[in-house]
């Protein structure tokens, strides 16, 4: 069977803000009812999600064919090559690789709140590293300064917004920084990107 009639199974969480990318980047190309979410608790050692990525880490996606392909930058290439196009992310030249930069640097945002909320999961109280926790957050503020000072076009769904909306939804929804206020025309791209790419609010951890 060819490989794009090929259904997938994605290892995530509906909560996952990397597996959220995953997610919207399949809507946005067409892909989602190829895909079936097979949840994963990335803290249970006998879940098989360690046999499918040593690292643990979600999303990983299944192909019938036995491979499993993560992480999600590597999944989203491969819809992308999937499907054909260069919706999200150019074939080729600098163009391609200044997209590719900037997702990392929204990618970034989001493993540094990660590792704020898993500083708070993983000890305990009174045992958090402070120098820690500022330097995590160092990363996120200057991120967040580079996106207010050259935001995306809203009118445009590539894999930097897709990267970014997801960073920011997970900062709405764990609150390790407040990012609002000091970003204001960030805050007024994610608005109108939300209100107007249907992923978006179809990948909400409670969307019906
Ligand atoms: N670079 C990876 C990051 C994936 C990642 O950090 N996923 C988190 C959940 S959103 C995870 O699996 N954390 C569990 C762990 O680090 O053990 C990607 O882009 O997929």
Redesign the pocket.
């Known amino acids: 069977m060819s490989p794009i009639l090929q259904p997938f199974v994605l290892r995530s969480t509906l909560t ?4 959220r ?1 995953v997610r919207m980047a399949a809507q946005v190309l067409g892909l989602s009812d190829r895909i079936i979410l097979m949840p994963a608790d ?1 803290l249970d050692e006998a879940d098989t999600l360690r046999e499918h990525n040593p ?5 990983c996606l299944l192909l019938a064919d036995g491979s499993v392909l ?4 590597v999944i989203i290439e491969f819809m992308q090559e999937l499907v054909g196009g260069e919706t999200l992310v150019p074939a080729r030249g600098l163009a391609r690789y200044q997209v590719l930069t900037r997702a990392a640097l929204a ?1 970034g945002i ?2 540094a709140a ?1 590792l704020l909320v ?1 500083e708070k999961r993983f000890r305990d109280p009174g045992t958090y590293s402070e120098r820690w926790l500022a330097h995590q957050r160092g990363k996120i503020t200057r991120a967040l300064a580079a996106f207010e000072n050259n935001p995306p076009d809203a009118g445009k769904t590539d894999l930097v917004a897709i990267a970014l909306s997801c960073a920011l939804g997970y900062l709405d929804w764990r609150r390790p920084v407040e990012w609002r206020g000091p970003h204001p025309r960030l805050a007024a791209w994610f608005a109108e990107f939300a209100a107007r790419e249907p992923a978006f609010e179809n990948t909400r951890a409670d969307a019906s």
């Not at 996952?16 to 597996?19: C, N």
């Open positions: 996952s803000p990397f597996g990318k990335t690292l643990g880490k979600i999303p993560y992480d999600s930058r990618d989001t493993d990660l898993y």
